[in-house]
């Protein structure tokens, strides 16, 4: 999708599909993160958003275009992120945990 440089109004759904990457972005990115280290925490997750912010914030000294719409959804994945980790997303399963036997009350 090409966008324009400028500050004309868009349709939801340009908007929508001209953000909808950088959501994927750090949903997927965390995903990949979450399935090579085998957890997710609060301070990885919080390195990659920035890292994606700083990217986008970027693009408006460069030749990019700097967009405020891909720094909305970038803190709309991030924060559906920590609300998952919140959860329990994030936590490594415990393989060592003790399993307490059960009492019958015969």
Known sequence: MIR?????????????L????SF???????VII??????LTFKTLTTFTAGAITYEWSQRYTNGVFDL???IAIGLAAAILYSLIHVGFGEVPRKNEEKTPELSSN
């Open 4 to 16: 324009n440089t400028g500050y004309d109004l868009h349709s939801w759904t340009e908007t929508f």
């Open 18 to 21: 001209g953000s909808y990457p």
């Open 24 to 30: 994927i972005f750090v949903l997927g990115g965390a």
């Open 34 to 39: 979450k399935r090579l280290r085998n957890r």
């Open 69 to 71: 719409n891909d720094c």
